[in-house]
Each structure stands twice: as structure tokens, then as C-alpha cells.
């Protein structure tokens, strides 16, 4: 199983504002494009994302916006808290990541996509990431929730491409193992 990681960046690193908010990922441009995300979203047959991920999505008051099953990890809710429309796309699981992300493995699932600052560095510390794409957005804004945090040794990654978009968006490639 090939577990993957898409996610955007401010030039500093940031993937929301101290306070959570991504207006400035939602508005950095005026672009149609994609960026390469239904591309990568062709290759994914499972979302495994945190519950502070879910519940910014419900937030936005739109309707679900995945094609693939969903699994929310969380330690704080269940499935009865999912809003009926959601019940069969969403499943929460409690579990290390390591632990899930095998049991999704047996269960015959072929590439998984991380969702979500804490879940993407629990895959890093605990070098289950296989393919990350970090798309850079050509904002600043000064400070912000990193999306990188502390991991017990160093993280060879090899670079695999970068593509230049031209609303600026910088995004690389890279493989983890």
C-alpha cells in the first residue's frame, strides 16, 4: 500500500494561521487550475485524516468534497457524531497511525492519502509516508501552525519533480523511502 502525502504551504512553511485560519490558502489565487490535485486524487482509493481536519472541513458548510471513503482518526468521537449525510462516507477509527494504517492494508486498500497537519507528521515521525507533494503558495503570513514538526532522526527524502504554476504555485515531489 502506498501511503501519500498532497498538502499546500505558505513561503514559510505554515499551513493555517495561529488561529486555524486558511482564508489566505483559499484566496492566494484566482486560477482555475488545479495545482495537480485531481490527478493525484485519480490514484487514491482512501482519505485517512484527524478529527481537527474533519471538522474544519464541516465548518465550511459544503457538501462533502471527497470521492473516496474517508477514515477520521479520533480519540473524542465517534461515529454517532458524523451528521447523517456523511454515515456512509465517513468512518472513525481510534488507533496509532501504524496500527490503521495496516488494518487498511489488510482490508485490500492501495494507496492512502494523509489528510491533515498532525496526521501528516505522525507519517513522517513514524516514516509511513511513502510520496509526498508539497506545493509551496507563494503567501507569507508572518505566523502560523507548521507543517512540519519534530521527528526522532533525520528524513532523506529524494526528489522525484517539480512543477512552476503560473499563478506561482511552486510544487515538488519526493519519495520518502
Same mark, same amino acid.
Given at each position: *500500500?502506498?501511503?501519500?502525502?498532497? +498538502?499546500? %504551504?505558505?513561503?514559510?512553511?505554515?499551513?493555517?494561521?495561529?488561529?486555524?485560519?486558511?482564508?489566505?490558502?483559499?484566496?492566494?489565487? /484566482?486560477? %482555475?487550475?488545479?495545482?495537480?490535485?485531481?490527478?493525484? *486524487?485519480?490514484?487514491? /482509493?482512501?482519505?485517512? *485524516?484527524?478529527?481537527?481536519?474533519?471538522?474544519?472541513?464541516?465548518?465550511?458548510?459544503?457538501?462533502?468534497?471527497?470521492?473516496? !471513503?474517508?477514515?477520521? =482518526?479520533?480519540?473524542?468521537?465517534?461515529?454517532?457524531?458524523?451528521?447523517?449525510?456523511?454515515?456512509?462516507?465517513?468512518? +472513525?477509527?481510534?488507533?496509532?497511525?501504524? /496500527?490503521?494504517?495496516?488494518?487498511? !492494508? #489488510?482490508?485490500?486498500?492501495?494507496?492512502?492519502?494523509?489528510?491533515?497537519?498532525?496526521?501528516?507528521?505522525?507519517?513522517?515521525?513514524? #516514516?509511513?509516508?511513502?510520496?509526498?507533494?508539497?506545493?509551496?503558495?507563494?503567501?507569507?503570513?508572518?505566523?502560523?501552525?507548521? =507543517?512540519?514538526?519534530? =521527528?526522532?532522526? /533525520?528524513? !532523506?527524502?529524494?526528489?522525484?519533480? %517539480?512543477?512552476? $504554476?503560473?499563478?506561482?504555485?511552486? #510544487?515538488?515531489? $519526493?519519495?520518502?523511502?
Amino acid at each position: *500500500m502506498k501511503v501519500k502525502v498532497f +498538502i499546500a %504551504t505558505s513561503l514559510e512553511g505554515f499551513i493555517a494561521k495561529k488561529d486555524g485560519d486558511i482564508s489566505w490558502l483559499t484566496s492566494a489565487t /484566482d486560477s %482555475t487550475d488545479d495545482h495537480g490535485y485531481s490527478a493525484f *486524487m485519480s490514484g487514491i /482509493d482512501l482519505i485517512l *485524516m484527524g478529527r481537527a481536519t474533519l471538522e474544519k472541513l464541516l465548518s465550511f458548510g459544503i457538501e462533502w468534497p471527497y470521492p473516496v !471513503k474517508t477514515v477520521v =482518526l479520533s480519540h473524542q468521537l465517534s461515529s454517532a457524531d458524523l451528521p447523517p449525510e456523511l454515515q456512509d462516507k465517513v468512518e +472513525i477509527r481510534q488507533g496509532a497511525i501504524a /496500527d490503521i494504517l495496516h488494518q487498511l !492494508k #489488510q482490508q485490500g486498500y492501495k494507496a492512502v492519502y494523509l489528510d491533515g497537519g498532525n496526521i501528516i507528521q505522525q507519517g513522517l515521525r513514524h #516514516q509511513l509516508v511513502d510520496e509526498l507533494t508539497l506545493t509551496r503558495i507563494p503567501v507569507l503570513i508572518g505566523e502560523g501552525i507548521p =507543517l512540519f514538526g519534530a =521527528l526522532p532522526a /533525520d528524513l !532523506k527524502l529524494q526528489h522525484l519533480e %517539480t512543477r512552476v $504554476y503560473q499563478s506561482g504555485f511552486v #510544487q515538488s515531489r $519526493y519519495s520518502c523511502k
